[in-house]
């Protein structure tokens, strides 16, 4: 199990310090906080998103519900929500936190049958991992190994998209949502541990959330970083973490993901704050994305003239 939560973002202490300051102690206990609150907040650039000429996503979807007693009850709740207090919207984030990690880890969860039969022995990958059995786009269009890091990065990216979202929240409710988000998910990998890989020492299993909890400081950093400085720094960040930078890698199908993510950001963008407090957000697949990154760049078909081509003049002798 040595390559069970094995990190693909590099040395986290290579990161700029200001860009995540947080400091967090882990605990096991079935019932317990799986973690305690940030210290400190997380002040990152807003997204660049894509221009509003850009045709509707396909990968967010809400449907909110139509009847008179769901539409009455919808409007209390958010006249609840406006005159809660802090300690009231925790309790809010709490449940409806539940159901976005669920939808965010839907979309790379995967099996291990032979975890159930005893005397049976788990594939393991060449790195060591467990090998599961795992359908969806990251498995079967991207090729990805359905193994436990596979499942907590791609969780990770959905996780970090809706994480954007919520940093545009009220200032005093954003802080339950961003820890709520985390703490179901540290609630998940922990009985992903136990029930799926067998790992049943608590101090092994601390020590590999702690391990995700550090890929999840350095990808945080790493995607913010990508959506102010460009597509091509994004792209570099998804190939260290989702990719665990494969020297093989399809780079349209990467182009797909950057694409997805850029597309998901936006649609989010125009969601109202109430419908992600819902909880009902569906997420696609960047597949929605094929034809957009097949589509040949107009610059392509503009001619090279010798100005562009003629080098640089250097610095003027005295």
Known sequence: MSA???TASGNPQQLDPQLFKAYRTFSSTSRGSASQRIARKTHSPAPILPPKS???SKNINFKPETS???STAINIAQEVRKRASRATETY????????LMKECARQGDYSIPQSQEKGVEIPKTKDGEDLGVGTGWWYTELGLAPTFNTWAQVTFLHMYLLNARL????ADHA???????LDHFFYEAENRMTVIHNVHARAIRNRYLKDLFVQWRGLTAGYDEGLVKGDAVLAAAVWRNVFKGDEEVDLRRLGEVVSYMRRVLKTLDTVQDEAIASGRIK????????????????MMSVPIT???????????KA
């Open 283 to 298: 997420f696609g697949d960047p597949g929605s994305e094929r034809d957009l990154v097949s589509a040949a760049s107009k």
């Open 92 to 99: 809010i984030a709490y449940g409806a936190a539940e159901q």
């Open 167 to 170: 940093r545009n929240f009220p």
């Open 4 to 6: 069970y939560a094995k």
């Open 54 to 56: 850009d045709p509707p």
């Open 68 to 70: 008179p007693k769901t």
């Open 306 to 316: 010798d100005a562009d081509v003629k080098p640089a003049e250097g610095p003027k």
């Open 175 to 181: 802080p339950a949502w961003h820890q709520h988000l």
